[in-house]
């Protein structure tokens, strides 16, 4: 079943620039997609067409068989965003206050706001860290901060815009840890990233964006060879006609 359905996408930029062009690509359940390109490709303005944040001028996305444009408070639980900039989402005082916002915005029983924050909690490893303030985590848990507060939306679909960005050894592997988690718990994940290395091994496609457009589409070790074509870094053990491993072993 595809989880995400994208036709004829373009998106246009207020001062003229072509942020996308003609868009189409198809996506299924329990699917882990990274999308790689050089910075002003498209991929993060792909990325916010799937919940709304940008909204087609031509073109359709649609989330299990139904516009996004029909529904946006659907969209917006179905698809969970994290952003490269983790401090952007937090908005807490606490911890546990921070991942307590969506659910209480949905309006949700008291009791089902708490069982989801405990659970948010506990997938995120962020338990013992409920009652601090999300200013004084590190990096790594930060980002988990920030994942914690979308699975508490219970989204099929999760998002992830350069999550390794700006992150030490200990705190990448934090976050890829529960990334993978996640897609093994059933998510839908995408993930725009520059650094093919740590994440490829478990990925089902790599699509490499330029100028707007989808250039590649395919099997990760099939098209891995010509990412440098289009201005991304070819992982060093790719180069060097190796398999790529995980970073997690």
Not at 29 to 51: C, D, P, Q, Y
Not at 141 to 153: D, S, T, V
Not at 173 to 196: P, R, S
């Amino acid at each position: 079943m595809n989880i995400i359905e994208i036709r004829g996408l373009s998106h246009r930029f207020s001062d003229g620039t072509l942020g996308l062009d003609a868009i189409d690509i198809e996506i299924k359940e329990g699917e882990f997609i990274v999308i790689a390109g050089r910075n002003g490709s498209g991929k993060t303005t792909l990325l916010r067409h799937l919940n709304g944040l940008l909204r087609p001028q031509t073109g359709s996305v649609k989330l299990a068989g139904i516009s996004v444009s029909e529904d946006f408070v659907r969209a917006r639980q179905m698809v969970g965003m994290v952003f490269q900039d983790a401090d952007s989402q937090i908005i807490g005082e606490t911890v546990y206050d921070d991942v307590a916002f969506g659910p209480e915005n949905l309006r949700l029983e008291r009791s089902e706001v708490q069982q989801r924050v405990s659970m948010a909690l506990e997938a995120g490893g962020l338990i013992d860290l409920a009652d601090h303030r999300p200013h004084l985590l590190s990096g790594g848990e930060k980002r988990r901060l920030a994942i914690a507060g979308i699975l508490a939306m219970k989204p099929r679909v999760i998002v992830f815009d350069e999550p390794f960005s700006n992150l030490d050894y200990p705190g990448v592997k934090q976050v890829l840890e529960q990334i993978l988690t996640l897609h093994q718990a059933g998510h839908t994940i995408l993930i725009t990233t520059h650094d093919l290395e740590k994440v490829l091994a478990h990925a089902d496609r790599l699509v490499i964006m330029q100028k707007g457009k989808i250039v590649r589409d395919g099997l990760p070790n099939k098209i891995v060879t010509e990412t440098e074509a289009f201005g991304v870094r070819q992982p060093c053990t790719s180069r060097l006609g190796l398999e790529i491993g995980s970073w997690l072993i």
